[in-house]
């Protein structure tokens, strides 16, 4: 009775998806598309959109910070082209993590545990939800995570988001994958503050891997091991179950680099630098300056490494598997400390 309906709704689904990626793919903007147009078109140069300014630098003399932002995007491409097989569709939950800055022409896919609070609280104060606000430290944490404070791509028309995802500069930052994850850890599951995530992830996880749990602990779910939750991880249920929460969850699942050509990928390890460039693109480096923080708490590679001490090399090598793709799309190198090696 119910299948004609559905069928209907597939098919429906197939044709939406299909017109987004035609107009997508039909014009990706590289360099070569804006390289000639980038010239004649008489712009003044504060007429310039931020992508404008990107790729019509590159063809000029090239700083140092350029030819950087160069090699990144093209190891990128190159790695999308070697380890992914078959260009999957966009649809609008793909891009639910692509922040909208209308007023600057900027696209920001943000990515938990890699500055996403400051980067989110800068463009509160670019789109004006922030108020009078300029300083964007001034805005309290959680209003930056606030959702409807800021736009996503996904809710735009389909029209809307491929003329969006053809013109405007499209930014991402990325960070070690086993940092961002003991870092997810650590902020998650050994503050007690976060009784949410304790509920929510912890009583689960100490239910299905530890072997012999104290009530008192099934019930507040709070005292989550590095062990237990790289046996939650690697577990092919969980992932069967639901999507990874977004602050485990991998670059790539969160923002389709492979899909999304990405102009410029901004490090954690570089983040001021990284930060700087953007801005000075989007033509807002007098407005607004990027929070440098000195986080004394903050994940190190060092501290990685204790963690994944507790980890047998099998358990080590299934968990390198899991991120592999973030290892290899960002030019992250196969940590020293992991046993498997
Ligand atoms: C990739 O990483 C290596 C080692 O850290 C570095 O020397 C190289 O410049 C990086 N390549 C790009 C394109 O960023």
Same mark, same amino acid.
């Given at each position: 009775?119910?299948?004609?309906?559905?069928? *209907?709704?597939?098919?429906?689904?197939?044709?939406?998806?299909?017109?987004?990626?035609?107009?997508?793919?039909?014009?990706? $903007?590289k #360099?070569?598309?804006?390289?000639?147009?980038?010239? &004649?078109?008489?712009?003044g140069k504060?007429?310039?959109?931020?992508?404008?300014?990107?790729?019509?630098?590159?063809?000029?003399?090239?700083?140092?910070?350029?030819?950087?932002h160069q090699?990144? %995007?093209?190891?990128?491409?190159?790695?999308?082209?070697?380890?992914?097989?078959?260009? *999957?569709?966009?649809? #609008?939950?793909?891009?639910?993590?692509?922040?909208?800055?209308?007023?600057?022409?900027l696209?920001?896919?943000y990515v938990?545990?890699?500055a996403?609070?400051?980067?989110?609280?800068?463009l509160?104060?670019l789109?004006?939800?922030?108020?009078?606000?300029?300083? $964007?430290?001034?805005?309290?944490?959680?209003?930056?995570?606030?959702?409807?404070?800021?736009?996503?791509?996904?809710?735009y028309?389909?029209?809307?988001?491929?003329q969006?995802?053809?013109?405007?500069?499209? /930014?991402?930052?990325?960070?070690? #994958?086993?940092e961002?994850?003991?870092?997810?850890?650590?902020?998650?599951?050994?503050?007690?503050?976060?009784?949410?995530?304790?509920?929510?992830?912890?009583?689960?996880?100490?239910?299905?891997?530890?072997?012999?749990?104290?009530?008192?602990?099934?019930?507040?779910g709070?005292?989550?091991?590095?062990?237990?939750?790289?046996?939650?991880?690697?577990?092919?249920?969980?992932? %069967?179950?639901?999507p990874?929460?977004?602050?485990?969850?991998?670059?790539?699942t969160?923002?389709?680099p492979?899909?999304?050509?990405?102009?410029?990928?901004?490090k @954690?390890?570089?983040?001021?630098?990284?930060? *700087?460039?953007?801005?000075?693109?989007?033509?807002?480096?007098?407005?607004?300056? =990027? $929070?440098?923080?000195?986080? &004394?708490?903050?994940?190190?590679?060092?501290?990685?490494?204790? /963690? =994944?001490?507790?980890?047998? #090399?099998?358990?080590?090598?299934?968990?390198?598997?899991?991120?592999h793709?973030?290892?290899?799309? =960002?030019? @992250?190198?196969?940590?020293?400390?992991?046993? =498997?090696?």
């Amino acid at each position: 009775m119910r299948k004609p309906k559905v069928n *209907r709704m597939v098919l429906a689904m197939c044709l939406w998806c299909f017109i987004m990626v035609i107009f997508y793919f039909h014009s990706n $903007p590289k #360099p070569a598309s804006a390289q000639g147009s980038g010239r &004649s078109s008489g712009q003044g140069k504060s007429g310039r959109s931020p992508l404008q300014m990107l790729y019509d630098s590159d063809q000029l003399e090239q700083s140092a910070v350029q030819v950087t932002h160069q090699g990144r %995007r093209e190891l990128l491409e190159d790695a999308c082209r070697s380890y992914t097989r078959k260009r *999957r569709v966009l649809i #609008p939950e793909d891009l639910k993590h692509i922040i909208v800055d209308d007023q600057h022409g900027l696209l920001y896919c943000y990515v938990p545990k890699v500055a996403c609070t400051n980067w989110k609280r800068v463009l509160m104060v670019l789109t004006g939800a922030a108020g009078p606000h300029r300083d $964007p430290l001034a805005i309290p944490a959680n209003e930056a995570h606030v959702p409807g404070n800021l736009r996503t791509l996904s809710e735009y028309s389909t029209s809307q988001i491929n003329q969006r995802l053809r013109s405007y500069l499209k /930014f991402v930052f990325v960070r070690e #994958p086993f940092e961002r994850l003991v870092s997810a850890y650590r902020n998650k599951f050994t503050r007690s503050y976060n009784t949410a995530f304790h509920k929510r992830y912890g009583t689960k996880i100490i239910r299905q891997h530890r072997p012999d749990p104290q009530a008192e602990a099934l019930e507040r779910g709070d005292d989550v091991s590095f062990e237990e939750f790289v046996y939650y991880l690697v577990d092919p249920a969980t992932q %069967r179950e639901e999507p990874f929460n977004e602050h485990w969850e991998r670059v790539h699942t969160l923002c389709h680099p492979c899909l999304i050509h990405y102009d410029v990928v901004g490090k @954690y390890e570089t983040l001021e630098q990284d930060s *700087r460039y953007v801005l000075q693109l989007a033509g807002v480096k007098g407005q607004v300056t =990027f $929070p440098t923080s000195a986080k &004394s708490t903050r994940t190190t590679g060092d501290m990685a490494a204790q /963690f =994944f001490h507790s980890i047998s #090399p099998f358990y080590q090598k299934k968990l390198y598997n899991l991120y592999h793709m973030d290892f290899l799309l =960002f030019n @992250y190198s196969t940590p020293e400390y992991l046993k =498997f090696r």
